[in-house]
């Protein structure tokens, strides 16, 4: 009993065993089930807090757009004033002239105008009032701008003369206020966006346009920034995918690159996640009332994912509490089922040395009772495989025997020779010479013992051979028709002399001894299951109650040795191939006969 212990516990602790088996398998599935637990926790965190912060990123930029939104509404009062305004008017037309009173008067009733203006609007920084007759003002009267400067060359003016307008209202795209003097700091050379109205005459004639600047500056400051303000960017940009505003001022005039950013223009608000400058960084966008405009708010995935650090601490200590209970379980339970095994190994350990019979024991776990129930069938089993085996070889032999002895039967060889001395007697010295090498190859290959397994060539040769014989016989009166579908087919290996014994089965019950019209069509082909040969002839046929006396006899697992026909030959193949394969027959009386053989492909 203790060596049977040791013997256990060493196949336990070096071999591949059940026990372990169930053991490791369980520890392991508890494992990933844990970090698969971990993995979705940490993702749905991550989830729920991009989520928080998208909806967060999403009222802060819908407040800055509604602020904007009024802001350039707001800015817009200005332009329609100066715009509309009849000394501005007067003072572009090209066609008017008037004395320096007149002029000096235009000029005054337009300074009233500008600094109204200048108290009222906080977003916007100047308006420059251009004519196309070169006429040039702003809002403290030209004193900051450049005498020089050519406006009405300029791509932004001619755009804000000519460009397409919303509601009458142009909007320029950013462009550099390269018009100011250098002193004027705040606005020297800086990037800026306008709003124009475009000046018409009594006609409707474009003249010269109202441009109010705004400030870039003030526009950021609309951006109220979320919890995230220390890593979050919210800023500004325009239909060519240019910032036109953002809190670091060397970021304006830059374009944008990275993957998705058409899904932008697309629709109105949303989010994605993309890599942007080498991160993994969260996109919110939301439109203005401005079209082609829109806000974009970037968070670094890094940034949302590092709230979720708490959370995977407290993860890890919980994995590595729930690894310990685990393996401390996983040892209980091998231990409980380790005794019961130990006991079915002893038992089957003793096969052999005592007896060959397994003693029936009452274990405790049913799968173990039905492990033994089956071994002992098993071995049952395997003793009635020995003997089918020995069946088989021995159904071989005899149908090798009664083959060879129907060969060498006297009458057969006797008609065999007599049918040689014929066609030496008549000169025929190519069938004479036929007949020899067919006879030879017939007791050639039934004398070889040392193959059960031949080539299905080998095999259509023989039966070949035996037709030949049988065939010159009867004066040729038999057309013999071999039909091959593919000729790799041949290459199979089959079992011998399964072909012979139902080609005598078609000569003797079939025709008789006087054939006349008759014909014996072979065909090969493949099949679902594998390869069918098929023999068929014109013969007499079966009737209806020798048909299904012949299928019964087909099925039954034994048969008798005198039988060399259809019930070995479909016995053979069945036991070498299984139930699956074997003869089937088909029979009209007075009409045709057809044999199936059905075989696997090997």
């Known amino acids: 009993m203790m060596n049977n212990k040791i013997r256990f516990l060493i196949r336990f602790l070096t ?34 807090l991009t989520k928080e912060v998208t909806q967060s990123s999403y009222k802060v930029m819908e407040q800055a757009a509604r602020g904007l939104s009024f802001s350039l509404e707001e800015a817009t009062r200005p332009l329609v004033l100066l715009a509309g305004h009849y000394s501005v008017g007067s003072l572009m037309n090209p066609g008017r002239e ?61 755009q804000a003369i000519s460009g397409t307008s919303n509601k009458g209202f142009i909007t320029l795209g950013l462009h550099k206020q390269d018009y100011y003097l250098e002193k004027d700091i705040s606005k020297y050379n800086k990037p800026t966006l306008s709003i124009t109205l475009p000046v018409k005459d009594y006609t409707f004639k474009t003249i010269g346009a109202v441009i109010a600047n705004l400030d870039l500056a003030k526009i950021n400051e609309m951006f109220e920034f979320s919890s995230y303000q220390n890593n979050e960017s919210i800023f500004m940009i325009d239909n060519q995918q240019t910032i036109i505003a953002h809190k670091e001022g060397t970021a304006i005039g830059t374009r944008l690159h990275f993957k998705g950013i058409e899904h932008i223009y697309e629709g109105n608000s949303g989010s994605f996640i993309t890599a942007l400058d080498g991160r993994e960084t969260l996109v919110i966008f939301h439109p203005t009332s401005v079209q082609g405009w829109r806000m974009i708010s970037t968070i670094p995935m890094s940034v949302i994912k590092g709230q979720a650090d708490s959370l995977k601490s407290n993860l890890i200590g919980f994995i590595y509490l729930c690894l310990f209970l685990n393996i401390l379980i996983s040892i209980l339970i091998t231990a409980r089922i380790s005794r019961p095994f130990g006991r079915l190994l ?23 009772n039905l492990i033994s129930d089956k071994f002992r069938e098993l071995v049952i089993r395997i003793e009635s495989l020995v003997k089918q085996s020995y069946q088989s070889d021995i159904s071989l032999k005899e149908v090798e025997l009664k083959t060879l002895q129907s060969q060498i039967n006297p009458h057969f060889l006797f008609n065999t020779l007599q049918l040689l001395q014929t066609e030496i007697v008549c000169g025929s ?87 006349q019209s008759a014909k014996i069509k072979i065909r090969v082909m493949r099949v679902k299951k594998g390869m069918m040969i098929v023999i ?42 299984g139930p699956d394969y074997g003869l089937k027959i088909r029979s009209r009386q007075g009409v045709f006969t057809s044999v199936y053989i059905v075989l696997p492909i090997t």
């Open 429 to 515: 010295t190519e069938d004479s010479n036929h007949l020899v090498l067919s006879l030879s190859s017939l007791l050639r290959y039934s004398m070889k013992q040392s193959e059960e397994m031949v080539e299905l060539e080998q095999e259509i040769q023989n039966v070949k051979d035996y037709l030949y014989i049988v065939n010159k016989k009867y004066d040729d009166r038999i057309d013999i028709e071999f039909l091959i579908q593919d000729e790799a087919i041949l290459k199979n290996r089959t079992i011998k002399l399964i072909l012979q014994p139902l080609a005598e089965n078609v000569i003797f019950h079939g025709f008789g001894e006087n054939p």
């Open 536 to 577: 068929q002839d014109n013969g007499k046929g079966i009737s209806r109650s020798r048909s299904r006396q012949l299928a019964r006899q087909l099925n039954q697992q034994d048969f008798k040795a005198e039988s060399i026909g259809l019930s070995n030959v479909n016995q053979r193949i069945r036991l070498k191939f």
């Open 346 to 368: 002893s038992t089957l350990d003793k096969i052999g040395e005592d007896s060959i019979y397994i003693i029936k024991n009452k274990y405790k776990y049913r799968e173990l």
């Open 15 to 48: 071999g591949t065993t059940i026990i372990r088996t169930i053991m490791f398998s369980y520890m392991v599935l508890n494992i990933l089930l844990l970090l698969l637990l971990g993995l979705l926790s940490v993702r749905d965190s991550t989830t729920s």
């Open 98 to 158: 008037m004395d320096i009173g007149g002029r000096i008067q235009h000029e005054r009733n337009i300074a009233e105008v500008a600094f109204g203006v200048s108290s009222l609007q906080s977003i916007v920084s100047d308006v420059l009032i251009l004519g196309k007759n070169g006429y040039v003002n702003n809002l403290d009267g030209r004193i900051s701008l450049r005498w020089d400067y050519p406006f009405t060359e300029q791509t932004w003016f001619r």
